[in-house]
């Protein structure tokens, strides 16, 4: 079946286009808010051949495809849906009520789609750190002093530039999600980050001070900031909105952007900045004395209990603060214990295909626990583990186990939204053997906790 016939039928079994409100999709899933639940054949879409799983979760009807997969078989269904679109959300949503389910649903649409920018950024900080290493350059007779200043300055302009206009990108998503027009979203995210501003790093550091205007309002650069640029998106789209409504058609080109980028900046750098900013950093220094608890307390919590987030659709909340770990100093401290739980689900997987005496389980076992190895989780979680539970419950021990470890050796990425065999990219240091270590500790007790009293063979899905 290709990607179009596989559009088709899932179209038909959820009731058709008239019973789709509108659809998009993440790394791994289409995602479908429906109008009527009572019309899909659940039953129907799963025996699909390239469909992993399945479930409801805040609101929408989510079909695990696979990454690579959920893209082609995307484009297929969106023109099938009246023409509704993935960003075809805010006509139909304007009519919800904000809960914490939209909202943590809203919030994951607008970093989605940045984070394969900033695993670029990874990769090129990993190649980097792997190239000027002594160790390495020993190998053909060169020192980290033969490096040419235009290479680093090369390698400088991959690793630093997604991270200095990280409000443009951050800005730019959020008019988009929001209904607002993109361009005014990068422009007002560049302008949180002008050069004519105090860099938010030399302040930091010490090395510059703040602008200080009316006598008590410090303003700065934001260079690496997300809450800001998030609520600065959020609030200017609104304004351009609310512009557009009410300004004739004939000044609508000169007047509706003008003051949406004056109210927008002025909002920003005086009331948003300031404030979010500081509640940013707040997040960020609890999200660190919760990993660096003694005794590896926090990586063990972390670890064990990090992959309820993927079943509550909240782990798109990790996103913000690994982005804004990475922002701040170059590291991101929830990625080497998060892999471990991903690891553990492979290892319970893995156990349960080998055990496992029915067919079925078998085919969606094995390349599910490949799946987890590359760092996606879902059709092990939903196709497997968690519809067995205990094999949940093992992966969730075995990731804990791991976690404590990665927080005992502290381990930490130069990048982000790599796990697993993929993740080691992130890792090209002196870090990597304990990476390696880690992984392969949360993969073997989830798979011997699984193994030994976590399945038996009978069971079958």
């Given at each position: 079946?290709?990607?179009?016939?596989?559009?088709q039928k899932i179209l038909e079994f959820?009731?058709?286009?008239?019973?789709?409100?509108?659809?998009?999709?993440?790394?791994?899933?289409?995602?479908?808010?429906?109008?009527?639940?009572?019309?899909?054949?659940?039953?129907?879409?799963?025996?699909?051949?390239?469909?992993?799983?399945?479930?409801?979760?805040?609101?929408?009807?989510?079909?695990?495809?696979?990454?690579?997969?959920?893209?082609?078989?995307?484009?297929?269904?969106?023109?099938?849906?009246?023409?509704?679109?993935?960003?075809?959300?805010?006509?139909?949503?304007?009519?919800?009520?904000?809960?914490?389910?939209?909202?943590?649903?809203?919030?994951?649409?607008?970093?989605?789609?940045?984070?394969?920018?900033?695993?670029?950024?990874?990769?090129?900080?990993?190649?980097?750190?792997?190239?000027?290493?002594?160790?390495?350059?020993?190998?053909?007779?060169?020192?980290?002093e033969d490096i040419p200043q235009q290479?680093?300055?090369?390698?400088?302009?991959?690793?630093?530039?997604?991270?200095?206009?990280?409000?443009?990108?951050?800005?730019?998503?959020?008019?988009?999600?929001?209904?607002?027009?993109?361009?005014?979203?990068?422009?007002?995210?560049?302008?949180?980050?002008?050069?004519?501003?105090?860099?938010?790093?030399?302040?930091?550091?010490?090395?510059?001070?703040?602008?200080?205007?009316?006598?008590?309002?410090?303003?700065?650069?934001?260079?690496?900031?997300?809450?800001?640029?998030?609520?600065?998106?959020?609030?200017?789209?609104?304004?351009?909105?609310?512009?557009?409504?009410?300004?004739?058609?004939?000044?609508?080109?000169?007047?509706?952007?003008?003051?949406?980028?004056?109210?927008?900046?002025?909002?920003?750098?005086?009331?948003?900045?300031?404030?979010?900013?500081?509640?940013?950093?707040?997040?960020?220094?609890?999200?660190?004395?919760?990993?660096?608890?003694?005794?590896?307390?926090?990586?063990?919590?972390?670890?064990?209990?990090?992959?309820?987030?993927?079943?509550?659709?909240?782990?798109?909340?990790?996103?913000?603060?690994?982005?804004?770990?990475?922002?701040?100093?170059?590291?991101?401290?929830?990625?080497?214990?998060?892999?471990?739980?991903?690891?553990?689900?492979?290892?319970?997987?893995?156990?349960?295909?080998?055990?496992?005496?029915?067919?079925?389980?078998?085919?969606?076992?094995?390349?599910?626990?490949?799946?987890a190895m590359l760092g996606i989780t879902?059709?092990?979680?939903?196709?497997?583990?968690?519809?067995?539970?205990?094999?949940?419950?093992?992966?969730?021990?075995?990731?804990?186990?791991?976690?404590?470890?990665?927080?005992?050796?502290?381990?930490?990425?130069?990048?982000?939204?790599?796990?697993?065999?993929?993740?080691?990219?992130?890792?090209?240091?002196?870090?990597?053997?304990?990476?390696?270590?880690?992984?392969?500790?949360?993969?073997?007790?989830?798979?011997?906790?699984?193994?030994?009293?976590?399945?038996?063979?009978?069971?079958?899905?």
């Amino acid at each position: 079946m290709n990607y179009k016939e596989s559009a088709q039928k899932i179209l038909e079994f959820v009731g058709g286009a008239e019973n789709v409100q509108s659809v998009t999709h993440c790394s791994t899933r289409l995602r479908i808010i429906i109008k009527d639940q009572e019309k899909i054949d659940v039953k129907e879409v799963e025996a699909l051949d390239k469909v992993s799983g399945s479930f409801f979760n805040f609101g929408q009807y989510q079909i695990i495809l696979g990454t690579g997969v959920v893209n082609k078989v995307y484009e297929e269904f969106a023109p099938l849906v009246d023409g509704q679109t993935a960003n075809s959300t805010e006509e139909t949503e304007e009519k919800q009520k904000m809960t914490f389910q939209r909202a943590i649903r809203i919030f994951g649409d607008v970093f989605v789609p940045i984070i394969p920018v900033l695993v670029a950024t990874g990769l090129f900080m990993g190649l980097r750190g792997l190239l000027t290493q002594e160790a390495v350059l020993g190998v053909v007779g060169l020192t980290p002093e033969d490096i040419p200043q235009q290479f680093l300055l090369f390698t400088q302009i991959l690793t630093d530039t997604a991270f200095a206009f990280l409000p443009a990108l951050v800005a730019w998503s959020t008019f988009r999600i929001f209904g607002g027009t993109p361009i005014l979203g990068i422009v007002l995210g560049l302008m949180l980050v002008n050069s004519v501003l105090p860099n938010a790093y030399e302040v930091g550091q010490q090395a510059a001070e703040p602008l200080v205007f009316f006598g008590f309002i410090k303003v700065v650069g934001y260079q690496g900031s997300v809450l800001p640029a998030f609520v600065t998106g959020i609030l200017g789209s609104k304004i351009e909105i609310f512009l557009r409504k009410r300004i004739p058609n004939s000044l609508d080109l000169i007047l509706t952007p003008f003051l949406t980028l004056l109210i927008g900046l002025t909002l920003a750098l005086f009331i948003v900045g300031p404030i979010f900013h500081e509640v940013e950093i707040g997040v960020l220094h609890a999200v660190e004395f919760l990993l660096n608890l003694p005794f590896g307390i926090g990586g063990l919590v972390y670890g064990s209990f990090g992959q309820l987030l993927g079943i509550f659709g909240i782990h798109h909340i990790l996103n913000f603060l690994e982005i804004s770990m990475l922002a701040q100093d170059g590291w991101n401290y929830l990625n080497p214990i998060g892999t471990c739980g991903n690891m553990a689900q492979a290892g319970a997987v893995l156990a349960v295909a080998i055990k496992t005496i029915s067919p079925k389980m078998k085919q969606i076992a094995f390349p599910s626990a490949l799946s987890a190895m590359l760092g996606i989780t879902e059709p092990a979680v939903f196709g497997v583990t968690l519809r067995l539970v205990k094999p949940f419950v093992m992966s969730m021990i075995g990731g804990g186990v791991g976690g404590f470890l990665a927080s005992i050796f502290n381990l930490r990425a130069n990048g982000m939204a790599l796990t697993g065999i993929p993740g080691t990219l992130l890792y090209l240091n002196e870090q990597l053997p304990l990476y390696l270590l880690v992984n392969l500790v949360a993969f073997g007790v989830a798979f011997g906790l699984t193994w030994t009293i976590g399945y038996k063979k009978e069971q079958e899905l």
